[in-house]
């Protein structure tokens, strides 16, 4: 999903209310049996009982047929039959368009609301940024984002570092030794500026881990070089030759990436549940959590799959509110009604938090299926009470 950015899902997000309706339409894109995408038939089916719905409404039925056919224009598109998935989002009355390929397929849905719906396009940009595979030898190094949709080339480069000497039957001189020891200088020189290279990427994004591929012995140095924050995220390190072919360690990669993810999804249940029982360092329930993410004391945020809840956004602030509200208490502006999932998934990817989804039931359920991990060495969110004379009090 290359062309999803930060700004383009804001632009989603904030899109004015008022006129009219936003058509959301996710797409399976791949072909089934040879002829026929996997959209076709579930889009006609969708777009039917849509129509049905707005029957005595002639005027909103009219902008539906606009927003279907544009949407459906946008689907035959040479350049979406070379994507896995589709997501678009039509408002005809509004003037909005904006359709985005992805390399990961979307559950076929068509939705009409008030805004757009981007929870599944922001779930398929969290899993397919998941991670961070560096490929490496002695020299040259490439550095992909990794999802299970597949790799995205971040960074590559290589530097100058004289061959092995491998002459046999000379003696083992001190010339010999002093190119050796230039050589090795070199390779550490190499491992030191990949290993601020990742540590670049890293710190971009909220990835869940770094998978590290190349010959066993420099690897094993490369990886040495890294800072104890990032050794410790280290998911996997497997013996791979280099290539410059993506596709070479593409089905490795996502193999690790796999069982990584799953194990990821435990981790956080038990880190969740851990936490709950010790009554520290979590927030559960949406409450809690935009109370936390609004104070930016969240590490991690734990979904279960979008329950369809309702919540409400001021529309002078943006604040977020997990229940419906008529007006802002902070600037007193009106709010309006919201999907709680796609406000709450952009808070945290806006403050650069790390977001894991788990299938449902799971121990989030009695929480409302919404539940994170707070900063440790950060102080508990709960304000300092406050006493008459304004003090703040030690609680
Ligand atoms: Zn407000």
Not at 54 to 81: F, G, K, S, Y
Not at 191 to 212: C, F, M, S, T
Not at 283 to 299: C, D, F, K, T
Request: negative net charge; glycine residues 6%; hydrophobic residues 40%.
């Amino acid at each position: 999903m290359t062309s999803l950015s930060n700004e383009k899902v804001q632009l989603l997000l904030d899109q004015p209310r008022g006129r009219g309706m936003v058509v959301s339409c996710y797409t399976d894109m791949r072909v089934v049996a040879g002829f026929e995408p996997h959209w076709l038939q579930p889009f006609k089916t969708e777009a039917s009982v849509l129509r049905e719905s707005l029957e005595d409404d002639h005027q909103a039925r009219q902008e539906l047929e606009r927003d279907i056919e544009a949407i459906q224009r946008a689907l035959e598109a040479p350049e979406a039959r070379q994507a896995r998935g589709m997501a678009v989002f039509s408002a005809a009355e509004r003037g909005l368009f904006l359709a985005f390929p992805s390399d990961i397929p979307f559950a076929n849905r068509l939705v009409v609301d008030d805004e757009p719906y981007v929870v599944p396009l922001l779930e398929g940009y969290v899993q397919q940024q998941g991670y961070l595979a560096v490929l490496t030898d002695t020299h040259r190094g490439r550095i992909y984002a990794a999802g299970i949709g597949g790799l995205r080339l971040l960074d590559e480069f290589d530097e100058e570092v004289p061959r092995k000497n491998r002459s046999a039957g000379e003696r083992w001189g001190k010339q010999q030794a002093t190119i050796a020891r230039h050589r090795e200088d070199c390779i550490l020189h190499y491992h030191k500026e990949l290993a601020a290279r990742v540590k670049q990427r890293w710190d971009e994004y909220p990835y869940n881990g770094i998978v590290l591929l190349g010959a066993d012995d420099p690897l094993s140095a490369f990886r040495a070089l890294l800072s104890e924050r990032l050794q410790a995220r280290v998911v996997d390190q497997a013996p791979h030759a280099w290539t410059v072919e993506q596709s070479d360690i593409e089905v490795e990669v996502r193999s690790v990436i796999e069982r990584a993810a799953v194990a990821r999804q435990r981790e956080a249940l038990d880190e969740f549940a851990g936490r709950i029982k010790e009554k520290c360092a979590v927030a559960a329930g949406p409450r809690e959590v935009i109370e936390a993410l609004r104070n930016g004391q969240v590490s991690e945020l734990i979904l279960e799959p979008d329950s369809g809840a309702i919540a409400s956004r001021c529309l002078g602030c943006h604040s977020l509110f997990a229940e419906e509200r008529l007006a802002c208490p902070y600037c007193d502006t009106a709010c309006s009604r919201c999907n709680l999932w796609q406000h709450l998934l952009a808070m945290a990817l806006g403050h650069g938090v790390r977001v894991q989804f788990v299938p449902t039931p799971s121990d989030l359920s009695q929480h409302g299926g919404i539940g994170a991990l707070l900063l440790r060495d950060e102080p508990q969110w709960a304000p300092a009470s406050v006493d008459h004379s304004g003090r703040e009090v030690q609680a």
